[in-house]
């Protein structure tokens, strides 16, 4: 799974992909209206995915592709819950998806986060996209 050219934009829902990069900010491609548009490094922060990780119990930490990676192959027996649901629903989804996660470092809003870019990279076929490009690569 590759997540390098995909990001997460401050201030923006969802995740968008990097198309190119100014000195004063980025311009990224909106997948739900298929547009590319400017984004100021003033106002917004960027995060690409593929540098964000998940804290682990052995102090170490795994990448968010690999939790991806465990979302997808669970899918069909364990959906993901909604973000909406109660903070102990969605801890325990979690906890059966990475069971070793930090309980104490690792909060319910971050894995809201997780939980709602797995599902729109998912509706929009995201990770169809990352299968192909990994067996050309």
Not at 63 to 90: C, G, H, R, T, W
């Amino acid at each position: 799974m590759n997540l390098k050219d995909y990001l997460s934009v401050s201030g923006l829902p969802g995740v968008y992909r990097l198309v190119a990069s100014r000195s004063n900010g980025l311009i990224i491609e909106d997948f739900v209206e298929g547009k590319r548009k400017f984004v100021s490094s003033r106002r917004h922060q960027f995060t690409p995915l593929e540098s964000i990780a998940i804290y682990t119990d052995d102090g170490e930490s795994t990448e968010l592709k690999n939790v991806f990676q465990n979302m997808l192959e669970q899918y069909e027996d364990n959906p993901p819950v909604s973000p909406n649901a109660p903070s102990e629903e969605i801890r325990e989804y979690f906890m059966d998806v990475l069971p070793t996660f930090d309980e104490n470092r690792v909060h319910t809003g971050d894995i809201k986060k997780v939980i709602k870019w797995f599902a729109f990279m998912k509706e929009h076929d995201l990770f169809a996209q990352d299968t192909t490009t990994d067996e050309e690569e």
